[in-house]
């Protein structure tokens, strides 16, 4: 009989985006895989079984607990000898749902970015910190991938064991066929003139990625920048707002969830972010391997990847005229863009998906086995 893995993260488009070459891999390797989310939109590819769990991102949401035990009558009836979960929220109610049985599966969790740090007031960092610490003893294995969330869960004693590998994994041979040319196209495309400055950021509109910034920003710079917001999300309507409010609207471009996203940074002169706080993320990585120059708010995740003046530049968090200051650096001090996309290509290989995926592939295999008991 098959070992039956079961793989969680809160949405469809998290596991799709960065997860099925490990998918892939499990079943390569002889394990029948089902694959858990929220509102799948078809099929997992590389899954045996693909799962709905009514997971809504408010924590304290009535759906979210009647996902976990739902979680916990599969768990018991599926026998798993491994749970593999991502994201803050699929991480705490699979794990929830794990906790009391006599028998479980091995569990590891991997962070993508605790949802808290040094800077979140403290009544929310310490509910954040408490529900880790209530669903440690169901974590056999913990996996960070930035210094800031490394060092807590050593600290807490969040897991059994916690290892450290670089994210999952950019797969930046599917940017190949982006060129100038295509990028050129695009412009055309949207309208867009030759001599203008674009700034691009390829990200969710939510809270956390902190979009507004970048729109205030922009009102603070010539009329010759252009914002490409590439991206959906529940925040959209509300950044279309403030781009109207501050008289913006033909300097803001909403092309919602696009693809052939290499083209979109041939398309631009620089990609900037505002998140409040971070994983490891992609889009910071995809624009370096792509040469480039980021600015990016000082906070864990975009420290991981960027030294400041080196290989892009950091602004604090939310101070929309400083990040205005950053960009118009970008614009007016000759060969620095160059300088900083140069700098960070030429450090971003240890995050490709071939160096990557053998140290997380790594991970997992350190845990699978049969399943243990509480």
């Avoid at 808290?116 to 974590?139: H, S």
């Avoid at 599917?174 to 950021?201: H, K, M, N």
């Amino acid at each position: 009989m098959k070992p039956k893995l079961l793989y969680a993260a809160s949405s469809y488009i998290h596991l799709m985006n960065f997860h099925l070459p490990y998918l892939r891999a499990f079943r390569e390797r002889g394990w029948e895989v089902h694959a858990l989310c929220a509102d799948p939109k078809g099929e997992i590819p590389f899954a045996d079984r693909t799962i709905t769990a009514p997971l809504r991102k408010k924590m304290s949401a009535p759906e979210n607990f009647i996902a976990a035990s739902r979680i916990r009558s599969l768990v018991k009836d599926e026998g798993y000898a491994l749970v593999i979960v991502h994201t803050s929220l699929a991480a705490f109610f699979v794990r929830l749902a794990l906790k009391g049985l006599r028998q479980r599966p091995r569990l590891i969790n991997m962070v993508h970015g605790y949802l808290f740090d040094d800077d979140t007031p403290a009544p929310k960092r310490q509910i954040l910190l408490a529900a880790e610490k209530m669903t440690a003893p169901q974590t056999d294995l913990l996996i960070t991938m930035n210094r800031w969330d490394h060092e807590l869960a050593q600290k807490q004693r969040l897991a059994a064991r916690e290892v450290f590998v670089p994210g999952v994994g950019v797969d930046f041979s599917r940017f190949a066929t982006a060129s100038p040319e295509a990028g050129a196209r695009l412009r055309e495309a949207l309208g867009i003139p030759a001599e203008d400055y674009v700034l691009l950021c390829a990200a969710e509109l939510s809270g956390r990625k902190s979009q507004p910034v970048l729109i205030r920003a922009l009102s603070a710079l010539p009329e010759k920048v252009r914002l490409v917001l590439a991206g959906s999300g529940a925040e959209q309507e509300n950044c279309m707002a403030l781009a109207k409010e501050l008289g913006l609207e033909e300097r803001v471009l909403f092309p919602g969830h696009v693809g052939n996203i290499g083209d979109w940074y041939a398309m631009a002169d620089a990609v900037a972010t505002a998140s409040r706080i971070e994983g490891l993320p992609f889009n910071v990585m995809e624009a370096m391997v792509l040469r480039k120059p980021v600015v990016a708010s000082r906070v864990k995740g975009h420290e991981d990847l960027i030294e400041d003046g080196r290989t892009g530049l950091l602004y604090p968090y939310g101070d929309s005229a400083a990040c205005a200051a950053a960009i118009r650096r970008l614009m007016e001090e000759p060969g620095l863009g160059e300088r900083l996309a140069e700098a960070a290509q030429a450090q971003i290989g240890q995050y490709a998906l071939e160096r990557v995926f053998p140290q997380v592939m790594a991970a997992y295999e350190s845990v699978t086995g049969e399943p243990v008991r509480a």
